[in-house]
Protein backbone atom coordinates (compact mmCIF):
# COMPACT_ATOMS: atom_id res chain seq x y z
CA UNK A 1 0.00 0.00 0.00
CA UNK A 2 0.89 3.37 -1.03
CA UNK A 3 2.06 5.32 1.80
CA UNK A 4 -0.29 8.77 1.43
CA UNK A 5 -2.72 5.17 0.77
CA UNK A 6 -1.74 4.07 4.06
CA UNK A 7 -1.64 7.56 6.39
CA UNK A 8 -5.56 8.09 4.46
CA UNK A 9 -7.06 4.75 5.49
CA UNK A 10 -6.02 5.11 9.03
CA UNK A 11 -6.85 8.17 8.85
CA UNK A 12 -10.57 7.37 8.31
CA UNK A 13 -10.27 4.43 10.79
CA UNK A 14 -9.12 6.51 13.55
CA UNK A 15 -12.56 8.78 12.45
CA UNK A 16 -14.98 6.06 12.55
CA UNK A 17 -14.50 5.69 16.30
CA UNK A 18 -14.94 9.24 16.91
CA UNK A 19 -18.19 10.44 18.37
CA UNK A 20 -17.54 14.06 18.30
CA UNK A 21 -16.51 13.48 14.15
CA UNK A 22 -19.92 11.91 14.18
CA UNK A 23 -22.23 14.60 15.61
CA UNK A 24 -20.14 17.50 13.74
CA UNK A 25 -21.04 15.48 9.99
CA UNK A 26 -23.64 13.45 10.06
CA UNK A 27 -25.94 16.09 9.15
CA UNK A 28 -23.81 18.23 6.87
CA UNK A 29 -25.96 17.58 3.18
CA UNK A 30 -22.90 17.01 1.41
CA UNK A 31 -22.03 14.63 3.62
CA UNK A 32 -25.38 12.62 3.29
CA UNK A 33 -25.75 13.36 -0.57
CA UNK A 34 -22.02 11.31 -0.41
CA UNK A 35 -23.20 8.45 1.82
CA UNK A 36 -26.10 8.07 -0.82
CA UNK A 37 -24.33 6.31 -2.81
CA UNK A 38 -23.20 3.31 -0.82
CA UNK A 39 -27.18 2.98 0.66
CA UNK A 40 -30.67 3.58 -0.79
CA UNK A 41 -31.76 5.17 2.66
CA UNK A 42 -31.84 4.86 6.28
CA UNK A 43 -35.15 2.55 6.66
CA UNK A 44 -35.94 -0.96 5.95
CA UNK A 45 -38.27 0.13 3.45
CA UNK A 46 -35.87 1.48 1.24
CA UNK A 47 -33.15 -1.57 1.23
CA UNK A 48 -36.34 -3.79 0.63
CA UNK A 49 -37.41 -1.52 -2.54
CA UNK A 50 -33.99 -1.48 -4.07
CA UNK A 51 -33.61 -5.00 -3.48
CA UNK A 52 -37.08 -5.38 -5.50
CA UNK A 53 -34.94 -3.47 -8.34
CA UNK A 54 -32.16 -5.68 -7.81
CA UNK A 55 -34.42 -9.13 -8.00
CA UNK A 56 -35.83 -7.66 -11.37
CA UNK A 57 -32.23 -7.70 -12.77
CA UNK A 58 -31.57 -11.45 -11.18
CA UNK A 59 -29.16 -10.39 -8.49
CA UNK A 60 -29.76 -11.69 -5.23
CA UNK A 61 -29.35 -9.04 -2.33
CA UNK A 62 -28.34 -9.18 1.43
CA UNK A 63 -29.55 -6.99 3.83
CA UNK A 64 -28.00 -5.26 7.28
CA UNK A 65 -29.24 -2.76 9.44
CA UNK A 66 -26.37 -0.45 10.50
CA UNK A 67 -25.29 -0.94 14.40
CA UNK A 68 -22.65 -2.31 16.51
CA UNK A 69 -21.76 -2.80 20.13
CA UNK A 70 -25.39 -2.61 22.05
CA UNK A 71 -25.30 -2.28 25.83
CA UNK A 72 -28.47 -3.19 26.65
CA UNK A 73 -30.21 -6.63 26.56
CA UNK A 74 -33.46 -4.78 25.30
CA UNK A 75 -32.29 -3.22 22.54
CA UNK A 76 -30.77 -6.52 21.41
CA UNK A 77 -34.02 -7.85 21.84
CA UNK A 78 -35.18 -4.96 19.76
CA UNK A 79 -32.61 -5.85 16.97
CA UNK A 80 -34.30 -9.29 17.22
CA UNK A 81 -37.63 -8.01 16.50
CA UNK A 82 -36.42 -5.79 13.86
CA UNK A 83 -34.56 -8.43 11.76
CA UNK A 84 -37.89 -10.52 11.97
CA UNK A 85 -39.61 -8.32 10.83
CA UNK A 86 -37.58 -7.88 7.51
CA UNK A 87 -37.19 -11.39 6.91
CA UNK A 88 -41.29 -11.62 7.30
CA UNK A 89 -40.96 -8.69 4.42
CA UNK A 90 -38.04 -10.82 2.05
CA UNK A 91 -40.80 -14.23 1.93
CA UNK A 92 -43.80 -11.69 1.38
CA UNK A 93 -42.11 -9.91 -1.60
CA UNK A 94 -40.73 -13.16 -2.65
CA UNK A 95 -37.29 -11.91 -2.35
CA UNK A 96 -33.90 -14.18 -3.29
CA UNK A 97 -32.43 -12.34 -0.07
CA UNK A 98 -30.70 -12.57 3.04
CA UNK A 99 -29.71 -11.00 6.32
CA UNK A 100 -26.44 -10.30 7.35
CA UNK A 101 -25.87 -9.17 11.56
CA UNK A 102 -23.29 -8.68 13.62
CA UNK A 103 -22.95 -9.92 16.87
CA UNK A 104 -22.43 -7.05 18.93
CA UNK A 105 -25.81 -6.09 17.65
CA UNK A 106 -27.39 -8.98 18.84
CA UNK A 107 -26.08 -8.73 22.78
CA UNK A 108 -22.53 -10.29 22.67
CA UNK A 109 -20.78 -6.86 24.57
CA UNK A 110 -23.73 -8.08 27.36
CA UNK A 111 -22.84 -11.79 27.09
CA UNK A 112 -22.35 -15.02 24.85
CA UNK A 113 -25.70 -16.24 25.83
CA UNK A 114 -28.00 -13.23 25.21
CA UNK A 115 -26.14 -13.69 21.46
CA UNK A 116 -26.97 -16.72 20.51
CA UNK A 117 -30.05 -16.80 21.66
CA UNK A 118 -31.20 -13.78 19.94
CA UNK A 119 -29.07 -15.21 16.88
CA UNK A 120 -30.59 -18.79 16.96
CA UNK A 121 -34.28 -16.88 16.70
CA UNK A 122 -33.54 -15.38 14.00
CA UNK A 123 -31.79 -18.21 12.19
CA UNK A 124 -34.53 -20.62 12.47
CA UNK A 125 -37.25 -17.78 11.83
CA UNK A 126 -35.16 -17.78 8.65
CA UNK A 127 -35.46 -21.15 7.58
CA UNK A 128 -39.10 -20.83 8.03
CA UNK A 129 -39.51 -18.08 5.99
CA UNK A 130 -36.77 -20.12 3.39
CA UNK A 131 -33.69 -17.87 3.66
CA UNK A 132 -30.09 -17.60 5.07
CA UNK A 133 -28.58 -15.52 8.27
CA UNK A 134 -24.62 -14.01 7.54
CA UNK A 135 -23.14 -13.94 10.62
CA UNK A 136 -20.57 -10.69 10.04
CA UNK A 137 -16.76 -10.68 11.78
CA UNK A 138 -16.17 -7.12 13.88
CA UNK A 139 -12.36 -6.64 15.12
CA UNK A 140 -10.28 -8.98 15.96
CA UNK A 141 -11.23 -8.92 20.06
CA UNK A 142 -14.34 -10.44 18.85
CA UNK A 143 -12.90 -13.74 16.55
CA UNK A 144 -12.84 -15.66 19.14
CA UNK A 145 -16.16 -14.80 20.38
CA UNK A 146 -17.93 -14.88 16.81
CA UNK A 147 -16.24 -18.52 15.88
CA UNK A 148 -17.85 -20.20 19.59
CA UNK A 149 -21.34 -18.71 18.51
CA UNK A 150 -20.70 -20.16 15.16
CA UNK A 151 -19.71 -23.35 16.48
CA UNK A 152 -22.60 -23.65 18.72
CA UNK A 153 -25.52 -22.43 16.38
CA UNK A 154 -24.06 -24.24 12.97
CA UNK A 155 -24.76 -27.61 13.68
CA UNK A 156 -28.40 -27.65 14.10
CA UNK A 157 -28.92 -25.21 11.28
CA UNK A 158 -27.39 -25.38 7.83
CA UNK A 159 -28.50 -21.97 6.85
CA UNK A 160 -26.24 -19.59 8.79
CA UNK A 161 -22.91 -18.32 7.95
CA UNK A 162 -20.07 -16.84 8.47
CA UNK A 163 -17.46 -13.81 7.62
CA UNK A 164 -13.88 -14.57 8.19
CA UNK A 165 -11.36 -11.71 7.30
CA UNK A 166 -8.48 -12.27 5.15
CA UNK A 167 -6.20 -9.54 6.56
CA UNK A 168 -5.97 -11.67 9.97
CA UNK A 169 -3.03 -13.63 9.97
CA UNK A 170 -5.16 -16.06 11.95
CA UNK A 171 -7.59 -16.38 9.41
CA UNK A 172 -6.08 -19.56 7.63
CA UNK A 173 -5.91 -21.66 11.15
CA UNK A 174 -9.48 -20.90 11.47
CA UNK A 175 -10.64 -22.03 8.42
CA UNK A 176 -9.22 -25.27 9.04
CA UNK A 177 -10.99 -25.66 12.97
CA UNK A 178 -14.48 -24.58 11.13
CA UNK A 179 -14.03 -27.02 8.40
CA UNK A 180 -15.83 -30.69 9.76
CA UNK A 181 -18.99 -27.91 10.49
CA UNK A 182 -19.15 -27.92 6.26
CA UNK A 183 -19.60 -23.99 6.96
CA UNK A 184 -20.74 -21.61 4.45
CA UNK A 185 -18.15 -18.74 4.38
CA UNK A 186 -18.12 -14.96 3.59
CA UNK A 187 -14.70 -14.11 3.18
CA UNK A 188 -13.26 -10.41 3.06
CA UNK A 189 -9.98 -8.69 3.16
CA UNK A 190 -11.24 -6.90 6.71
CA UNK A 191 -12.54 -3.00 7.56
CA UNK A 192 -11.11 -2.52 11.02
CA UNK A 193 -7.59 -1.19 12.35
CA UNK A 194 -5.83 -3.96 13.16
CA UNK A 195 -2.06 -3.78 14.71
CA UNK A 196 0.97 -5.28 12.41
CA UNK A 197 1.26 -8.12 14.91
CA UNK A 198 -2.43 -9.52 14.08
CA UNK A 199 -2.86 -8.40 10.55
CA UNK A 200 -1.41 -7.87 7.42
CA UNK A 201 -0.29 -4.16 6.78
CA UNK A 202 0.66 -4.71 2.98
CA UNK A 203 -2.56 -4.48 0.38
CA UNK A 204 -0.62 -7.43 -1.69
CA UNK A 205 0.34 -9.41 1.30
CA UNK A 206 -3.90 -9.50 2.29
CA UNK A 207 -4.42 -9.99 -1.51
CA UNK A 208 -2.59 -13.33 -1.67
CA UNK A 209 -3.78 -14.74 1.52
CA UNK A 210 -7.42 -13.54 -0.06
CA UNK A 211 -6.61 -15.65 -2.88
CA UNK A 212 -5.37 -18.92 -1.09
CA UNK A 213 -8.38 -18.45 1.21
CA UNK A 214 -11.19 -18.20 -1.88
CA UNK A 215 -8.99 -21.43 -3.47
CA UNK A 216 -9.03 -23.31 -0.21
CA UNK A 217 -12.91 -22.73 -0.44
CA UNK A 218 -13.85 -23.32 -3.96
CA UNK A 219 -11.71 -26.49 -3.89
CA UNK A 220 -13.20 -27.96 -1.02
CA UNK A 221 -16.57 -29.57 0.29
CA UNK A 222 -19.76 -28.08 -0.92
CA UNK A 223 -21.23 -25.99 1.26
CA UNK A 224 -25.04 -25.58 2.55
CA UNK A 225 -25.15 -22.41 0.48
CA UNK A 226 -22.52 -21.16 -1.96
CA UNK A 227 -19.71 -19.53 -0.40
CA UNK A 228 -19.16 -15.47 -1.01
CA UNK A 229 -16.37 -13.67 -2.40
CA UNK A 230 -16.77 -10.57 -0.70
CA UNK A 231 -14.71 -7.44 -2.27
CA UNK A 232 -14.67 -4.46 -5.20
CA UNK A 233 -11.13 -5.64 -5.77
CA UNK A 234 -12.09 -6.25 -9.36
CA UNK A 235 -8.83 -8.09 -10.70
CA UNK A 236 -8.57 -10.14 -7.71
CA UNK A 237 -12.19 -11.18 -8.53
CA UNK A 238 -10.97 -11.80 -12.16
CA UNK A 239 -8.36 -14.10 -10.69
CA UNK A 240 -10.27 -15.86 -8.68
CA UNK A 241 -12.74 -16.69 -11.81
CA UNK A 242 -9.89 -17.64 -14.32
CA UNK A 243 -8.68 -20.10 -11.76
CA UNK A 244 -12.15 -21.25 -10.86
CA UNK A 245 -12.81 -21.82 -14.83
CA UNK A 246 -9.18 -24.14 -15.00
CA UNK A 247 -10.27 -25.97 -12.27
CA UNK A 248 -13.62 -26.67 -13.61
CA UNK A 249 -15.27 -25.25 -11.00
CA UNK A 250 -18.65 -24.03 -12.44
CA UNK A 251 -19.93 -20.54 -12.20
CA UNK A 252 -23.00 -20.70 -9.61
CA UNK A 253 -20.84 -22.65 -7.01
CA UNK A 254 -19.89 -19.11 -5.25
CA UNK A 255 -21.01 -15.66 -5.51
CA UNK A 256 -19.26 -12.02 -5.98
CA UNK A 257 -20.49 -10.07 -3.35
CA UNK A 258 -20.45 -6.31 -3.56
CA UNK A 259 -21.82 -3.82 -1.72
CA UNK A 260 -24.55 -1.31 -3.17
CA UNK A 261 -23.51 1.56 -5.19
CA UNK A 262 -19.85 0.64 -5.75
CA UNK A 263 -18.68 -1.52 -9.51
CA UNK A 264 -22.13 -1.54 -10.53
CA UNK A 265 -20.76 -2.02 -14.06
CA UNK A 266 -18.80 -4.70 -13.13
CA UNK A 267 -21.75 -6.02 -10.84
CA UNK A 268 -23.79 -6.43 -14.37
CA UNK A 269 -20.72 -7.50 -16.14
CA UNK A 270 -20.33 -10.54 -13.68
CA UNK A 271 -23.97 -11.45 -13.80
CA UNK A 272 -24.26 -11.21 -17.50
CA UNK A 273 -21.02 -13.71 -17.67
CA UNK A 274 -23.37 -16.22 -15.65
CA UNK A 275 -21.88 -15.47 -11.80
CA UNK A 276 -23.86 -14.91 -9.44
CA UNK A 277 -23.84 -11.71 -8.00
CA UNK A 278 -25.13 -10.51 -4.89
CA UNK A 279 -25.44 -7.36 -3.56
CA UNK A 280 -25.15 -6.36 -0.17
CA UNK A 281 -27.61 -3.34 0.77
CA UNK A 282 -26.75 -1.75 4.32
CA UNK A 283 -29.78 0.72 6.12
CA UNK A 284 -30.31 2.15 9.00
CA UNK A 285 -29.03 5.50 11.30
CA UNK A 286 -26.19 4.44 12.55
CA UNK A 287 -23.94 5.14 8.85
CA UNK A 288 -21.22 7.18 10.15
CA UNK A 289 -18.57 4.36 11.35
CA UNK A 290 -18.95 2.19 8.52
CA UNK A 291 -19.14 4.94 6.28
CA UNK A 292 -15.54 5.78 7.22
CA UNK A 293 -14.41 2.45 7.08
CA UNK A 294 -15.51 2.11 3.41
CA UNK A 295 -13.78 4.85 2.64
CA UNK A 296 -10.81 3.22 4.51
CA UNK A 297 -10.85 0.36 2.39
CA UNK A 298 -11.29 2.51 -0.77
CA UNK A 299 -9.86 5.95 -0.07
CA UNK A 300 -10.45 6.87 -3.97
CA UNK A 301 -13.90 7.04 -2.92
CA UNK A 302 -12.79 10.47 -1.31
CA UNK A 303 -12.89 12.06 -4.95
CA UNK A 304 -16.49 11.60 -4.69
CA UNK A 305 -17.04 12.82 -1.70
CA UNK A 306 -14.93 15.99 -2.80
CA UNK A 307 -17.21 16.00 -5.77
CA UNK A 308 -20.49 16.26 -4.07
CA UNK A 309 -19.26 19.11 -2.04
CA UNK A 310 -19.34 21.58 -4.66
CA UNK A 311 -22.77 19.57 -6.57
Not at 14 to 42: C, H, Y
Not at 232 to 259: K, W, Y
Request: positive net charge; hydrophobic residues 40%.
Amino acid sequence: MAPTMGIMRSAFLRASKSQWLSRQVRDRRFVRRAMSRFMPGEDAESALQAAQKFGGHNIPTVLTQLGENVTDAGEAKAVTEHYTGVLNRIQALKLRAHISVKPTQLGLDVSQDLCREQLETLVSHAARVGTFVSIDMEGSDYVDRTLELYRKVRPAHPNVGLCLQAYLYRTPDDLTSLLPLSPTIRVVKGAYKEAPSIAFPRKADVDQRYFELAQRLLTGPKPPQPHGLGTHDVHLIDRICTRARSGNIPNDAFEIQMLFGIHANDQTRLAAAGYTVRVLISYGSYWFPWYMRRLAERPANVWFVVKSMFA
